[in-house]
């Protein structure tokens, strides 16, 4: 019989907390995005200043969700509900889940494509001249089923893991995966640079040119920086309710970090030195990964085709896996509120949260051509999800977290949480409330009003 109000489900050791958070972060983000931006503006700059940003701002912010999150030993809504004693601030926290609900169909709809290739690979589908991949990717995305199905079947993945709890679940996947990750990230790094003319795509990444940059630069590298660590829709919040009270903090999100910044730079490592060996000029966001790079790795590897075959079917489970992982946190948001705040089991939890994303992931994937009329003022109904959830929500919802902690809260408690109950020495805590109540809040309404176009 599953417990329905026992003891809450925590993780069980710090190497769980650091890959089940590093999971999180590390997605589609660091692969489709990343690489593409710091190339294109400026290389090495790019990356020292997004380095600054995941700094002061991202790690601050991260910070800020793991105290609520921990402080309430409860899904986010109630977190911020405990920490706000029934004030308004506590529609934060609803907010925050409401954002991981609808941002979960989405993403399980690009995770679900991700599958379809790994699938493609294997059975040596993925492989023609240039037009052939983009009629492919075409083809897939507007089909009626195919996608659907591979949506339904990612997130039923997902439930499997999920239902399994936090420690039997979340942290044993993630202990599997995360590793996984990495190791397949290294081979198709060293095979990526071993090609003739590699050093040229190196060049384009990490060669410094500070003339590209311009304020779009530096508020989309904190854009980048706040979406590649999974700030704000919930995720970091929920899992920091599993941590114990012995994790630190500071240094825990410092680690998540630096773990999800080498793997941005790696991705880069991984597709510049091939695009470049065949004189491809990558892009970035779903056609660079459904597009660009099947063909890419088809003719930089084209004298030995097996090793083409098996490089694209590694870096497609590579993908797969840093979308489910980053899909267990979204999908854990929604499951631990629906478990906590319907007083039902975990699985029961799961369950409705599988059921809805996928009708959710269904209406997405079908209005990307599929059925008409799907799309509402000239956006399909995927780009409309990814609009409200990534350029309104995350904003407004990092905005108010840092006042909230930085103004709202009292300092005794965020100092409580900061040091472990005074178990830790909290030498950068001065500092931490400094960018929560000043920097961070003033550089997101930079971003936010950036991104509406009322800042130029
Ligand atoms: N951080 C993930 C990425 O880089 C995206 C994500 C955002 C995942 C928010 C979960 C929650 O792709």
Request: glycine letters at 8%; aromatic letters at 12%; hydrophobic letters at 50%.
């Given at each position: 019989m599953e417990n329905l109000s026992n003891?809450?489900?925590?993780?069980?050791?710090?190497?769980?907390?650091?890959?089940?958070?590093?999971?999180?972060?590390?997605?589609?983000?660091?692969?489709?995005?990343?690489?593409?931006?710091a190339g294109e503006n400026g290389g090495a700059v790019f990356i020292l200043i997004y380095v600054v940003c995941v700094l002061l701002l991202g790690i601050p912010c991260m910070i800020s969700e793991f105290i609520v999150g921990r402080h309430g030993q409860s899904n986010t809504a109630r977190a911020f509900s405990k920490l706000a004693g029934g004030s308004p601030w506590t529609v934060i926290g609803y907010m925050g889940v409401l954002t991981g609900f609808l941002i979960t169909g989405y993403y399980a709809v690009v995770s679900g494509w991700c599958l379809q290739y790994v699938w493609a690979s294997l059975i040596g589908h993925l492989h023609g001249d240039p037009d052939y991949f983009k009629t492919y990717f075409a083809g897939l995305a507007a089909d009626p089923v195919k996608p659907v199905l591979w949506t339904v079947i990612i997130l039923g993945m997902t439930y499997l893991i999920i239902e399994n709890g936090v420690r039997d679940g979340i942290e044993r996947a993630s202990k599997l995966l995360m590793p996984t990750l990495f190791v397949l990230l290294l081979i198709i790094v060293v095979a990526a640079c071993m090609l003739p003319g590699a050093e040229k795509g190196i060049e384009f990444?990490?060669?410094?040119?500070?003339?590209?940059?311009?304020?779009?630069?530096?508020?989309?590298?904190?854009?980048?920086?706040?979406?590649?660590?999974?700030?704000?829709m919930g995720c970091l919040c929920t899992y920091a309710?599993?941590?114990?009270?012995?994790?630190?903090?500071?240094?825990?999100?410092?680690?998540?970090?630096?773990?999800?910044?080498?793997?941005?730079?790696?991705?880069?490592?991984?597709?510049?030195?091939?695009?470049?060996?065949?004189?491809?000029?990558?892009?970035?966001?779903?056609?660079?990964?459904?597009?660009?790079?099947?063909?890419v790795f088809q003719q930089a590897f084209a004298a030995?085709?097996?090793?083409?075959?098996?490089?694209?079917?590694?870096?497609?489970?590579?993908?797969?896996?840093?979308?489910?992982?980053?899909?267990?946190?979204?999908?854990?948001?929604?499951?631990?509120?629906f478990q906590e705040e319907l007083h039902t089991t975990r699985k029961r939890a799961a369950l409705t949260v599988t059921i809805l994303t996928s009708v959710i992931g269904a209406f997405c994937s079908l209005s990307l051509g599929a059925v008409e009329g799907l799309?509402?003022?000239?956006?399909?109904?995927?780009?409309?999800?990814?609009?409200?959830?990534?350029?309104?929500?995350?904003?407004?919802?990092?905005f108010l977290t840092c006042i909230f902690i930085g103004w709202v809260v009292p300092h005794k408690v965020v100092h409580e949480e900061f040091t472990n109950w005074g178990t830790l020495r909290g030498r950068f805590f001065h500092l931490y409330i400094f960018l929560v109540k000043y920097v961070c809040p003033l550089a997101i309404l930079f971003i936010?009003?950036?991104?509406?176009?009322?800042?130029?």
């Open positions: 003891e809450r489900a925590n993780f069980g050791s710090r190497l769980g907390v650091i890959l089940a958070t590093a999971g999180s972060a590390v997605g589609l983000g660091n692969v489709w995005r990343f690489p593409y931006m990444l990490l060669k410094p040119d500070g003339s590209k940059l311009n304020s779009d630069v530096f508020l989309g590298a904190l854009g980048q920086a706040f979406y590649s660590l999974s700030i704000a309710s599993y941590f114990s009270k012995y994790t630190d903090l500071t240094k825990s999100a410092t680690q998540i970090a630096v773990i999800d910044c080498m793997v941005a730079v790696l991705a880069g490592l991984m597709i510049f030195p091939a695009a470049f060996s065949v004189g491809v000029k990558p892009d970035s966001g779903p056609s660079l990964i459904f597009i660009t790079l099947p063909n030995v085709p097996i090793v083409g075959y098996v490089v694209s079917l590694l870096f497609f489970v590579l993908l797969s896996l840093a979308a489910l992982t980053s899909l267990m946190s979204l999908h854990e948001v929604s499951t631990a509120f799309s509402v003022v000239g956006k399909t109904l995927f780009d409309w999800f990814d609009f409200i959830t990534g350029q309104i929500f995350l904003p407004v919802i990092g936010f009003l950036h991104q509406l176009g009322m800042l130029e």
